[in-house]
Structures are given as structure tokens and as C-alpha cells.
């Protein structure tokens, strides 16, 4: 009977034991476990023994060894139980409840997880969530702001535009002058555009200002004539005056290079030019300043009683010259190689005895000393009264004499003079 009090007593223990383990693993499993992945509950073979069936009929009389309250098995440990009253808290042997080191791959975590936000684009449309969107630096408006911006041309900045390129012609001596637009195409600044220009004979080239009558001027101090300040695609009028050289051959042409550039960029587009050709027309021109000659009243004595004003006279033993000096002024301008000629009309005066083809009427250019006879008008001109033929304009200046013979009677001498130029 002792043997089936302590049975009795070690179910009854196993019992409350049992239910204390059940009791505290329900507690464990309602509480919040988010840092948990996985709760694993102990196999029921795992907990304290159970309570045996009851016993049959006449089980009691099954032969069973008690074991002694000293015996120690050998092969493993018995604990021997407490003196006190039977305890409800966790034997010693009921298995401690671990959390694995790796979460098993078939059961989900609890944690949430992390919910995906859609970011709204630069455009204002919504990117789905989930879908990676590349956001620029800086904030919405600067994006915005910066999508608005038209685009760059490919410089520096500074772009520049001149125009048009331009031509003309004219004589040795004149001057030709060609309007041109300059522009600041840039869409992100003003701008000053120098303004440089150079011909390719070295002819005088003058910068002016849209109306043709001032000098352009350096604006912003950097030491060259600029259009002064252009705003973003902005444009403005210059005038670039050319002066012909009064030597400048007939037939050459000039290119005069005008070249606008910005003051603030260095770039390719910076800078841009138009030429200007000018080309020099055949000229060959003769002007006189006094076509006649008149001496007034003429004798073989020389008197000067009559004599038209200026003129003098040199009296020999056969006669009288009556001279005139700087009497005629040719000014012959030419660009082309040229010949020239004089001759003299019919004394028209009183004094019928001097007359031209008789070779009482000669020329010499001031300030030499040798004399030459006019040839008539009626007979064929001479080029020897131009001795030096030079390109560009020349002044011929002549004294002019008429000789009276001892034989001659008085009478006044008046002649019309003829030079031309030929090419």
C-alpha cells in the first residue's frame, strides 16, 4: 500500500505540474513577440509524466521492484523529490522554451512590413509605388524652374551674329561707307560686342555709330570700341566708313574683315564677322582751271601799256616775249596708265600775224626753263606737254608765253587751250 500512495502522489504531482507548464506556455504565446519570428511549442512527449490510465482489476497484483530510496542508477541520474508539500511551479525537468537562431523559410514574420510611398515626379505626375524614380538635387521648384529653362546652345555663352556682308565700287580718292547689324543672340545675358575691323591693303577703315557721324566708343573700358550694352537678342546698327587711296589702281578689290566679338565669353560662337569688298572703278578724269589764255595788248617793243593783269614781258633785239606765269592748272587723276596732249585754238585777238601754227605760242611747266611751241588744234595734238604720266591724282601747272616779232603790228593775242587725257 505504500508503493501505491507514492504512485498516487507522484501522478497528482505530475499533474499540476503539467498544468502549470500548459498554464505559462499559453501566457507566453498570447504576449506580443515582434522581435520573435517563430514560437515553438515543446512536443507534449517532452513535459513531465503523464498520469497513467487506471489501473485494471488486479493490476495491483503485478510483480514490480521498488526501487530502493538510496539506489543511484547507474546510467543516469535520478532527481529525488523535494520533502515539502507538493509545489504547482515548474519542475526542474520541464524544458525551457527557446527561440531558434534562423527563422524557418516557411513561416512568414509578423513584423509589417515597410509600406512603399509613390513620389510625386518634377512633372506632377505620380510614380507607382514600388518603381525606383531618379529625383534631382535641389528642391521641386529649382527642378521645375530648371525644366523650364530653354536650352543651352552648345558654347560658352556670348553668342554674336554681324550682318550683312556688303560691296560696292568707287574712284581712287572716295569713300564708301556700309551699314551693318550687330546682335547679341545670347538668351542668358547682356552683352558688349567689340567691334574691330581691318582692310586688306591697308586702306582707312572709321567706326561709326548707327547714324554714320560719331566715332563708336569703348563702353565698358576694356581699351576697344564696342556697340555699348546689348540685352539678350538685342541688336544695333554700326557704320564702317572705307577711303580709297587717290593712287588705288582700277580693277583691285579691297576686303575690309568687321569683326564683332563679345567682351564677356571667348567662345567659338562669340565672335563672328562680315566683309566688305570694295572694288575700284576706272577712272581717268582732267580738270583745268582757266581754258584761255589773254595777254592784252601786244607789241615788239615790249611796252606793257594794255597788258592783261599778271603778265610780263622781256624785250631782245629781234622782239618781245610777253609771259604769263601759273597761266593754266591741269589736275589729272587716274588709276590706269594714260597719255596725254595739248594744243591751242587760233589767235582770236586783233594781232593777225601771231598765230599758233607759226609756233608764237609756247608752254613749260612752272618752274623749269625750257619752252615748247603749242600745236594747233587743227594739227595733231602732242602728249609731250605731260612728262611724267603717274597713277593718282597729279596738278600739271604752265607758264605761257606768246612772242612778238619786230616786224609784227601791235594787237591784242587771245587763244582758247586744250589738254586732254587719254587711257
Known amino acids: 500500500m505504500k508503493h501505491r500512495a507514492n504512485d498516487r502522489q507522484s501522478t497528482v504531482a505530475g499533474t499540476r505540474a503539467r498544468r502549470a507548464f500548459v498554464a505559462v506556455a499559453l501566457a507566453l504565446a498570447l504576449l506580443p513577440t515582434p522581435a520573435f519570428d517563430r514560437v515553438v511549442l515543446p512536443d507534449r512527449g517532452t513535459l513531465a509524466q503523464e498520469e497513467p490510465t487506471a489501473a485494471s482489476p488486479g493490476a ?107 560691296s560696292d565700287r568707287a574712284a581712287p580718292g572716295a569713300t564708301v561707307s556700309y551699314v551693318h547689324t550687330v546682335t547679341n543672340k545670347d538668351h542668358r545675358s547682356a552683352d558688349y560686342k567689340n567691334i574691330t575691323a581691318s582692310s586688306s591693303h591697308g586702306w582707312t577703315v ?111 633785239d629781234r622782239g618781245a616775249y610777253y609771259v604769263k606765269e601759273q597761266a593754266i592748272l591741269v589736275v589729272v587723276t587716274a588709276n590706269v596708265p594714260w597719255t596725254g596732249s595739248c594744243a591751242a585754238a587760233e589767235n582770236r585777238g586783233t594781232a593777225t600775224g601771231i598765230t599758233i601754227a607759226g609756233g608764237r605760242l609756247q608752254w613749260r611747266l612752272n618752274g623749269t626753263t625750257n619752252w615748247t611751241p603749242f600745236p594747233s588744234t587743227r594739227a595733231r595734238a602732242t602728249d609731250v606737254c605731260f612728262p611724267h604720266r603717274a597713277l593718282g591724282t597729279n596738278s600739271y601747272v604752265y607758264d605761257v608765253r606768246v612772242r612778238v616779232e619786230r616786224t609784227d603790228a601791235a594787237g591784242t593775242f587771245r587763244s582758247t587751250l586744250r589738254f586732254t587725257a587719254n587711257p
Not at 530510496?69 to 519542475?91: C, F, K, Q, R, Y
Not at 514574420?109 to 515597410?114: F, G, M, S
Not at 523650364?148 to 554681324?162: H, M, N, R, V, Y
Open 206 to 316: 572709321e567706326l561709326l555709330d548707327a547714324n554714320g557721324v560719331k566715332p563708336l566708343i569703348d563702353h565698358n573700358g576694356d581699351g576697344i570700341p564696342d556697340t555699348g550694352r546689348l540685352g539678350r537678342k538685342e541688336g544695333t546698327r554700326i557704320v564702317v566708313r572705307v577711303t580709297l587711296p587717290a593712287d588705288a589702281p582700277a580693277g583691285v578689290k579691297d576686303k575690309t574683315t568687321v569683326m564683332a566679338a563679345s567682351a564677356l565669353s571667348s567662345s567659338r560662337t562669340s565672335r563672328d564677322t562680315a566683309t566688305d569688298t570694295t572694288t575700284v572703278t576706272r577712272v581717268l578724269t582732267l580738270e583745268m582751271g582757266a581754258t584761255e589764255v589773254d595777254f592784252g595788248q601786244i607789241a615788239a617793243d615790249g611796252r606793257l601799256d594794255g597788258a592783261a593783269p599778271g603778265v610780263t614781258s622781256e624785250v631782245d
Open 60 to 166: 495491483e497484483l503485478l510483480t514490480e521492484a521498488a526501487p530502493s530510496p538510496t539506489a543511484t542508477p547507474t546510467a543516469e541520474p535520478t532527481a529525488t523529490p523535494a520533502p515539502e508539500p507538493a509545489d504547482t511551479s515548474v519542475p526542474p525537468e520541464t524544458p525551457i522554451v527557446e527561440t531558434p537562431t534562423e527563422p524557418a523559410p516557411s513561416v512568414p514574420t509578423e513584423t509589417p512590413p515597410p509600406m512603399a510611398t509613390a513620389t510625386p515626379s518634377p512633372t506632377g505626375t505620380a510614380t507607382p509605388a514600388g518603381r525606383s524614380t531618379a529625383v534631382p538635387s535641389g528642391t521641386v521648384a529649382a527642378a521645375n524652374a530648371q525644366a523650364s529653362e530653354p536650352k543651352a546652345a552648345a558654347s560658352s555663352g556670348g553668342e554674336t551674329d554681324i550682318s550683312p556682308n556688303r
